[in-house]
């Protein structure tokens, strides 16, 4: 008989690190404990010696990393005795709170910006049956309404500024150090609103306290180009890249961002959205994984900086891959415009011709 007990999601798995009582309802969908996926052609591909993991945080149960936070934020809104929850979003984060409150039996109130979240994402929200408030304003005005109606309204904030969220998301670094046994070299990921980096770094420093490991990783955070003010230095007040899911110009993490890159001896760093979509479609065609746009901003910053060896060969390095590609079929369709399928009689004939051509 099998002693494995069966996989109930992440505040179970790491409850002595979070902050639940043996009396807490847990809010869960079983998320986390995704995969560790290391990349076999890539490295290949640009003929240098480094071990490069993924961490898939696209097959969390809504398809993106926020589901680690918004179990941990669900769970205590609704040991508070909270009735309703509100974020504002790019995508992600609806998607993610609309769930876990169908889950909880609680309320979701949703601010996103009108046109500008991928229809996955949106599908997602609406089927859960959340309240979807749509602003024609981009995400950081939809932030400081948030902000402002939690004062007037009894709900509560779900959004990264509620710690809670980072509680939860620190786990993805506890799941890393659990699988390889010690924390990588170097550690990639995209930054929005910055409280992923922040909670990777919480957790790395977290099991670096407790000698779980012994070093923490360099914390590389990249960024859309028309969206990176860790760049710039300041915030950005009309951000604009096809990554929808961090086109943010007011990073609400900033000075939990900062503390991370100076500590770890990390840096920020942009790239355009034709570098990022290249990225994306890289993984897919070379490696079989689908990421959305947002994703890939980690691996086209890690093969920038492992190609100019900042860094260096040897190094062992994981891209945090975000979201799952099903997310943003748009983007990923017109990307492949030129692959678009043609049309052919439904005939052997026709169809072995076909397959010739292409052999
Ligand atoms: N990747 C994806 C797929 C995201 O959805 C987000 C953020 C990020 C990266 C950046 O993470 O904000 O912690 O720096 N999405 C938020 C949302 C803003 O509303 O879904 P961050």
Not at 273 to 286: G, H, P, R
Request: hydrophobic share 40%; glycine share 8%; charged share 20%.
């Amino acid at each position: 008989m099998s002693t494995q007990k069966h996989y109930t999601g992440l505040i179970e798995r790491y409850r002595d690190r979070l902050p639940v009582s043996a009396s807490t309802r847990i809010i869960s969908l079983n998320e986390g404990n995704t995969p560790m996926i290391q990349l076999q052609n890539i490295p290949r591909l640009i003929g240098k010696d480094v071990e490069i993991y993924v961490k898939f945080e696209g097959l969390n149960p809504t398809g993106s990393f926020k589901d680690r936070g918004m179990t941990m934020a669900v769970t205590k809104a609704v040991e508070e005795g909270s009735q309703a929850i509100i974020c504002a979003s790019t995508g992600n984060t609806s998607a993610a709170a609309a769930a876990y409150a169908a889950r909880a039996g609680i309320k979701a109130f949703v601010l996103i910006p009108e046109g500008k979240i991928a229809q996955g994402k949106l599908a997602q929200t609406l089927m859960y049956g959340a309240e979807i408030i749509q602003i024609n304003g981009n995400f950081d005005k939809g932030m400081s309404l948030v902000k402002e109606i939690a004062d007037h309204a009894p709900v509560t904030i779900v959004n990264s500024i509620n710690p809670f969220r980072l509680d939860g998301q620190k786990t993805a670094a506890f799941e890393i150090v659990d699988d390889l046994g010690f924390a990588p070299d170097y550690h990639c990921l995209p930054v929005g609103n910055a409280g992923n980096i922040s909670a990777y770094w919480k957790g790395y420093t977290e099991y670096a306290v407790s000698r779980v490991c012994s070093t923490r990783p360099v914390m590389c955070g990249y960024q859309a180009a028309g969206a990176a003010p860790f760049v710039a230095g300041h915030m950005i007040d009309e951000p604009e890249t096809i990554a929808t899911a961090i086109r943010i110009g007011h990073p609400q993490s900033w000075d939990f961002a900062w503390a991370a890159q100076k500590e770890s001896g990390g840096w920020f760093d942009k790239f355009t959205d034709e570098q990022i979509l290249a990225a994306q479609k890289m993984l897919s065609q070379y490696e079989g994984i689908f990421c959305e746009p947002a994703s890939a901003t980690s691996l086209a910053g890690a093969l920038q900086d492992i190609g100019s060896g900042k860094i260096p060969e040897g190094s062992k390095i994981v891209c945090t891959l975000t979201g799952n590609g099903l997310k943003d079929p748009d983007t990923a369709i017109s990307q492949c415009a030129a692959a678009h399928p043609v049309t052919i009689e439904a005939s052997l004939d026709a169809v072995k011709r076909a397959i010739l051509d292409c052999l």
